[in-house]
C-alpha cells in the first residue's frame, strides 16, 4: 500500500454553492491567419487541442449530497426526509456503507447506513400531526421543509465507519473508472483509500477538517473505488472527480495531422510563383 500525497486550501466558505461551467469559445482571428499562410494543420492542432481542453473541463463532476432525484430514490420509506441513508446515487457515483466489492482488499466496517445531514443547522426533527418530520423553528412556529430540496452533507454513522464510492454511470454493476481530484472536509479527520483499475492501493492520511484537499498524483487517477475511512466523525462535502476519457478522436486522427504538417512544411519550402521579373 502506497502513502499518497495531498495538496490542501482553507475551507473559508464550507457550505459554497457550486454550479458546473461550460467551456467558451473565444472568437479570435487565428483561423484565417493559419489558413491564409497553409498552416492548415497547425490550425487543426490547435483547434483539435483546444476541443481536448475544454472536453477535459466538463469532464468534472462534483458531488454535493443535493441531488433530490437521488434523495428521493434511497432505499427505504421517507428515505429523503430522514438522515439515514444508504446507496445514494448522484451523477453516477454511488456511495455505499461499508465495502461492497468482491474480492476487494480494501477493508471497513458497516454500519448499514450514513447519514446526509441538513446543512442548515437550524433544520430539527419534529412532529406534525403525530409524524415525525424536519422544519426550521421560526417566529410563528415549526415550519416543515421539502427534504429532497435541502441542501445535505455526508457523514459516518460512527467512528470506525467506512464509505465506499465506485463510478457506474451506466448501473450495469461493472464500476467506470474515475479521477478523484478533491474534497471539503468541514469537520473531523479521514483518511482516503483508493484502488486502481491495476489494483494498485494507495491512502491519503489524516484529511483534516476545514480544508478543501487536493488528492494529486498516479494514486488518484484510474481508479475503481475509492473509501472514505473515518478517523472521528468528519463531514464532506463538493467532492470532485472526473470520467476518464475513451480512446480520444485525437489518436485517430494524428496521421492525417502530421501529414498535413509536413505539406505545409513543404509548401513554405516552394518558391513562389508570382515573382516580379525585373525588365
Known amino acids: 500500500m502506497y502513502t499518497a500525497v495531498l495538496n490542501k486550501n482553507s475551507d473559508t466558505n464550507s457550505f459554497k454553492k457550486y454550479s458546473r461551467e461550460r467551456t467558451k469559445m473565444t472568437k479570435i482571428s487565428l483561423p484565417f491567419f493559419y489558413l491564409s499562410h497553409g498552416y492548415l494543420a497547425l490550425f487543426l492542432i490547435t483547434a483539435i487541442g483546444g476541443f481536448s481542453a475544454g472536453e477535459a473541463a466538463a469532464q468534472r463532476i462534483v458531488i454535493d449530497f443535493n441531488d433530490s432525484a437521488g434523495l428521493l430514490a434511497i432505499p427505504g420509506g421517507d428515505s429523503a426526509l430522514f438522515t439515514f441513508a444508504n446507496f445514494y446515487r448522484e451523477d453516477g457515483m454511488i456511495f455505499t456503507a461499508g465495502i461492497n466489492s468482491p474480492g476487494s482488499v480494501l477493508a471497513g466496517k458497516s454500519h448499514g447506513h450514513y447519514h446526509l445531514s441538513y446543512e442548515d443547522e437550524n433544520i430539527t426533527g419534529g412532529f406534525v400531526q403525530g409524524k415525525l418530520t424536519y422544519g426550521r423553528q421560526t417566529s410563528t412556529g415549526f415550519v416543515p421543509v421539502t427534504p429532497e430540496n435541502e441542501n445535505r452533507t455526508l457523514s459516518p454513522h460512527l467512528s470506525d465507519?467506512?464509505?465506499?464510492?465506485?463510478?457506474?454511470?451506466?448501473?450495469?454493476?461493472?464500476?467506470?473508472?474515475?479521477?478523484?481530484?478533491?474534497l471539503v472536509v468541514h469537520t473531523g479527520t479521514l483518511n482516503v483509500g483508493t484502488k486502481s483499475t491495476t489494483g494498485r492501493i494507495c491512502v491519503y492520511n489524516d484529511l483534516?477538517?476545514?480544508?478543501?484537499?487536493?488528492?494529486?498524483?498516479?494514486?488518484?487517477?484510474?481508479?475503481?473505488?475509492?473509501?472514505?475511512?473515518?478517523?472521528?466523525?468528519?463531514?464532506?462535502?463538493?467532492?470532485?472527480?472526473?470520467?476518464?476519457?475513451?480512446?480520444?478522436?485525437?489518436?485517430?486522427?494524428?496521421?492525417?495531422?502530421?501529414?498535413?504538417?509536413?505539406?505545409?512544411?513543404?509548401?513554405?519550402?516552394?518558391?513562389?510563383s508570382n515573382r516580379v521579373v525585373a525588365s
Open 161 to 182: 465507519a467506512v464509505i465506499q464510492m465506485i463510478y457506474d454511470p451506466n448501473n450495469d454493476g461493472v464500476p467506470d473508472p474515475f479521477d478523484l481530484i478533491s
Open 208 to 272: 483534516t477538517g476545514g480544508f478543501e484537499w487536493g488528492l494529486t498524483g498516479d494514486c488518484a487517477t484510474n481508479l475503481t473505488l475509492v473509501t472514505l475511512e473515518a478517523l472521528d466523525i468528519f463531514n464532506v462535502d463538493r467532492i470532485i472527480f472526473a470520467k476518464v476519457p475513451e480512446p480520444s478522436t485525437i489518436a485517430l486522427l494524428t496521421p492525417g495531422i502530421l501529414g498535413l504538417l509536413g505539406y505545409g512544411f513543404r509548401q513554405r519550402k516552394r518558391p513562389s
